[in-house]
């Protein structure tokens, strides 16, 4: 056993303690904690993450680091000892490259630009939020030198929400996804639209909670190792893999949203459970990187939710809670609606074929805000003219055009293009699923949801967050990440739908 190693894994268990503490704490606020309850909480939440970030970038890890790295040299990368080595240095470098001073100022300028902006998007006001986002830019643009970069500002912002994939990869990536698209939508277009008002109808929001429930159990969501709360805005956390926690919203005129949600969710959750024990109190242990979490919410929400066989065993259980309204809504009806496609103003709501559009916009405009081809004030227009071009829409106000997003508020940005690389890994990984696995949909049919389970677990979670989204796909896979799969997944379930 590699001691150095080990004690350095040991030093950081009072990180990832710490950290697990301010989860806790974030996961009380969005869902328990009283509307005055803020003050006390945040203050609570900077001491923690304070320890954590002193702990984490102190002189000690830095010493234990170097020395299990000095220890490790020799073993295959694959391995558990070099991958923990590998990912604690990657966070240590993005941790202490940033100069402390930066910080402060920094996450002083993010928490005015997110009141600014929440006020902002209330009141369809861009340039009340046009100051705080020029700030934001600029904030942006000087992390991207700390981080370092080659080609673009654009790739030192990526890597710390993706690494190992590059601004010019994405490029290649969206412009092969555009390509079939586009046209795609097209098609779709041309066809009669499709009947989806019996999904406005009023639906006891008790009633969609406890299907909620069922389908989080039929998937393999475990209640002993987890629990579901209401949240505004739903999410996953975790504070090891024996206690995953799902969020979810109801609206009563939208059923479709607490069920989607749900799955989706579900899938990022079941992705930390099967987080192997022995990577546990590492910074091994949980899912990997942002495209690999979403690719894993997606596939259940998107690829097995939204079939046909899911329905086939769950649409007579949601009819038995519904019967008012469902009762004469016929399977085909009813998964025709809840794939309905068609050109939308907001991202969070887009369907699967339209989705990927509203990224693209957005990881436009962020590139060229950074390199200071754009400027903030010509932002609006830029967001209108993109989504003429991309979606043949333009937003009827900033409300529901660029201020829609809380990301860069929030002083995130290169964060969007991984919501579109899990889309793009979904389909791969589906694509192996469904080859290696005949039959496999057939058992949605009767419920039967754990031998596709299980080939997540023997092919995608087992690996924790050893690998980056391209090595996993290397590795499980032997390819890299591509358009194709997703394209052709599309393509073949629409023109069934719509008769192409
Ligand atoms: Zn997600």
């Not at 993450?49 to 170097?66: G, K, N, P, V, W």
């Not at 969206?174 to 008002?197: E, H, N, Q, T, W």
């Not at 907001?346 to 957005?362: G, K």
């Not at 690996?463 to 590795?475: A, I, V, Y």
């Amino acid at each position: 056993m590699e001691q150095r190693l080990e004690a350095l894994n040991e030093h950081l268990t009072r990180v990832i303690d710490l950290r697990r503490a301010t989860s806790v704490l974030d996961w009380d606020q969005e869902v328990y904690m009283p509307e005055e309850g803020a003050e006390p909480r945040s203050q609570a939440q900077a001491t923690l993450t304070t320890m954590a970030h002193e702990i984490f970038t102190s002189d000690t890890t830095r010493s234990l680091l170097e020395a299990a790295e000095a220890e490790v040299n020799d073993l295959d990368f694959d391995s558990d000892e070099a991958s923990t080595v590998r990912v604690v240095r990657r966070y240590f470098d993005q941790e202490t490259k940033l100069p402390t001073a930066f910080v402060t100022r920094e996450s002083k300028a993010i928490s005015r630009s997110f009141m600014a902006w929440r006020k902002a998007r209330e009141a369809d006001d861009f340039s009340a939020f046009e100051p705080h986002l020029r700030e934001v830019v600029k904030l942006q643009v000087e992390k991207a030198g700390y981080l370092g970069y080659t080609d673009h500002p654009y790739d030192a912002l990526l890597q710390q929400f993706e690494p190992g994939i590059t601004t010019a990869q994405i490029e290649t990536l969206f412009s092969d996804l555009k390509a079939g698209l586009v046209p795609l939508v097209k098609d779709i277009a041309a066809r009669p639209s499709v009947d989806d008002s019996f999904l406005s109808l009023s639906y006891d929001t008790q009633k969609q909670w406890d299907f909620t429930l069922i389908l989080l159990r039929g998937i393999g969501y475990d209640f002993r190792r987890g629990r579901q709360d209401r949240a505004a805005h739903p999410f996953t956390t975790q504070f090891g893999n024996t206690d995953v926690r799902v969020t979810t919203r109801t609206h009563e005129t939208m059923p479709q949203s607490a069920i989607f949600s749900t799955v989706h969710e579900g899938g990022h959750a079941l992705y930390e459970l099967g987080s192997p024990d022995k990577f546990e109190r590492t910074l091994l242990a949980g899912g990997s990187t942002l495209g690999l979490h979403e690719s894993q919410s997606r596939l259940w929400e998107n690829q097995v939710a939204r079939s046909l066989p899911f329905w086939h065993y769950y649409y007579p259980i949601l009819q038995a809670f519904f019967p008012q309204q469902l009762g004469d809504v016929s399977l085909t009806t009813f998964h025709r609606a809840v794939n309905k496609v068609e050109p939308s103003l907001i991202r969070v709501e887009a369907d699967e074929v339209t989705y990927n559009l509203h990224i693209f916009v957005r990881f436009e405009l962020e590139k060229s805000l950074l390199t200071g081809e754009l400027k903030v004030s010509d932002v609006p227009e830029a967001w209108n003219a993109l989504y003429e071009e991309y979606l043949g829409i333009t937003p009827p106000s900033d409300a529901d055009g660029c201020l829609q997003d809380v990301h860069w508020s929030h002083g995130i940005l290169g964060y969007f293009p991984t919501y579109t690389l899990g889309n793009l890994m979904s389909a791969q990984i589906y694509a192996r699923a469904l080859e290696e696995n005949p039959g496999l949909e057939e058992g949605y049919s009767r419920g039967e949801y754990a031998p596709l389970l299980s080939w997540l677990r023997e092919r995608i979670h087992k690996h924790g967050s050893k690998f980056t989204g391209p090595e996993l796909m290397q590795r499980e896979f032997g390819t890299q990440i591509s358009a194709q799969p997703l394209l052709a997944y599309l393509r073949a379930k629409y023109s069934e739908l719509y008769g192409l």
